[in-house]
């Protein structure tokens, strides 16, 4: 497996995001990168407006408490 460049990895985590799947774990696992480097990716994404961070929706009386943060293309 080649080494992915840095612009590989955002625009990864973008269409990944983009598809809809929200959840951190999800979203690292389909793009093949550490919690490190994903943390990395958000820290230049959310500050230029490419990605949002909001709380999860209430669905029906409950709601799934593992989920602390879902993740949007803005």
Known sequence: ?????????TLA???????GVC???HIMNRAGI???NF???L????PQGLVSIDEPERKGRRRDKRINKVYRVT
Do not use: A, Y
């Open 43 to 46: 820290r230049t994404l959310v």
């Open 1 to 9: 497996m080649r080494k992915r460049s840095r612009l590989e990895i």
């Open 23 to 25: 959840n951190t774990t």
């Open 34 to 36: 550490s919690w490190e």
């Open 13 to 19: 985590v973008l269409g990944i995001i983009h598809s």
């Open 39 to 41: 943390q990395e990716v």
